[in-house]
C-alpha cells in the first residue's frame, strides 16, 4: 500500500494571463480530472513563500465571496448545496497543512487526478519542487508561456479592470506604465526563465510539461492531446461550444505604440533563457522595436 500522501496530483502553475483560466474550463469536463470547488487553491504557494496567503481571515473573505449565499432556493439541488457547504468546511478548518490540502479533494471518487490550477505555483522556489513530488504517488505540472509583451499588456488590462481604475489606460504615458509592470505582483509573472529552470531542478522531466499559448489556440484540440498524453489518459472529445469559449478577457483597448518598448530589453532576455532552456519561441511573439525606432 503507498504511503504517499497526495495520489496522482495535476498542477498547473501559470502564467498568469496565458490560457490557463481556458485550459481550466475545458480539462474540468475530462471524466478522468477531479477539480475542487476553488480553482486556485494557492496552498503550496502558502506552504513554501507566504505563510500568510490562506490566513483565516482571507478563507473566510473566500468563503462569503465565493461559495456563500450565491444560490436561488427556488432552482438550486439542495445535494449539491450540501456538498458545496461541506466543502467550505472543510476549507475552513485548520491547521492549513498537507492534511488540509489533501482533504479538500475528498469528494474525488472514481477521477485519476486531483487538480489544482493556481498560478501563484510559478513562483515556487526550485526546492519546493522535490518536496512535492515525494508526497505524490505521481506529480504532474504542466506551465503555459505566452508572448511576453502580449501577456504584460493583457495583466495591466485585467488588474486596471478588476481595481476599477481602468481610466488609466487613457491617462497613463510611458513612465506611469513603466513603473506599473515593474511592480513584483506584475513583473514575476513575465520570468519564464527562472520558472523554467526551478522545473527543470526540481522535478524530473517526465513529471512537468511546457506549452505555449499561441500554439494552444492555433491547434487546441492537438494541445488537449497532448496534455491527456502527458498524463496519460484517454481521448476526451471536448464540446466545441466549450472549445469556443472565452473566459476573464481583458477590456478590449489598444496597446499604445510605446507599450513593447518599455520592456524591450527584458523580453530580448526572457525569450533567449526561454530557448537557453531548449524551447523554441513561437513567431508570433512580439519583437520590440529599438527605443529610438
Known amino acids: 500500500m503507498s504511503k504517499a500522501l497526495f495520489s496522482n496530483l495535476f498542477l498547473s502553475v501559470g502564467a498568469m494571463k496565458a490560457g490557463t483560466t481556458w485550459l481550466y474550463a475545458v480539462l474540468s469536463r475530462h471524466p478522468a480530472l477531479h477539480f475542487a470547488m476553488e480553482k486556485e487553491i494557492h496552498y503550496f504557494y502558502h506552504r513554501y513563500v507566504n505563510p500568510n496567503q ?39 478548518s485548520r491547521p492549513v497543512d498537507d492534511y488540509w490540502y489533501r482533504n479538500l479533494f475528498h469528494m474525488r471518487d472514481h477521477q485519476q487526478y486531483a487538480c489544482d490550477f493556481s498560478n501563484l505555483h510559478a513562483q515556487l522556489p526550485m526546492e519546493a519542487w522535490p518536496q512535492i513530488s515525494s508526497k505524490c504517488e505521481r506529480l504532474r505540472v504542466l506551465y503555459t508561456m505566452r508572448d511576453p509583451v502580449q501577456r504584460l499588456w493583457s495583466h495591466t488590462k485585467f488588474h486596471l479592470q478588476l481595481t476599477g481604475h481602468l481610466d488609466k489606460l487613457e491617462t497613463w504615458g510611458p513612465p506611469e506604465f513603466a513603473e506599473f509592470i515593474q511592480r513584483r505582483h506584475i513583473w514575476v509573472n ?94 508570433r511573439w512580439t519583437v520590440p522595436a529599438p527605443v529610438d525606432a
Not at 523554467?196 to 494541445?223: A, C, W
Open 54 to 92: 490562506l490566513s483565516e481571515a482571507y478563507r473566510l473573505r473566500e468563503a462569503k465571496n465565493r461559495y456563500l449565499f450565491r444560490f436561488d432556493p427556488e432552482k438550486a439541488n439542495i445535494d449539491a448545496i450540501r456538498a458545496n457547504l461541506h466543502w467550505v468546511a472543510q476549507y475552513l
Open 190 to 283: 513575465a520570468e519564464y526563465g527562472t520558472v523554467l529552470r526551478n522545473l527543470k531542478g526540481g522535478l524530473s522531466p517526465e513529471m512537468y510539461k511546457v506549452i505555449f499559448y499561441e500554439n494552444l489556440h492555433q491547434d487546441q484540440r492537438g494541445t488537449l492531446r497532448g496534455i491527456e498524453d502527458f498524463l496519460d489518459l484517454p481521448p476526451f472529445d471536448y464540446p466545441q461550444a466549450v472549445l469556443e469559449q472565452r473566459f476573464t478577457e481583458s477590456v478590449k483597448h489598444k496597446m499604445p505604440a510605446f507599450f513593447p518598448t518599455l520592456v524591450r530589453e527584458d523580453v530580448m532576455r526572457i525569450c533567449d533563457e526561454v530557448s537557453a532552456e531548449g524551447y523554441q519561441v513561437p513567431d
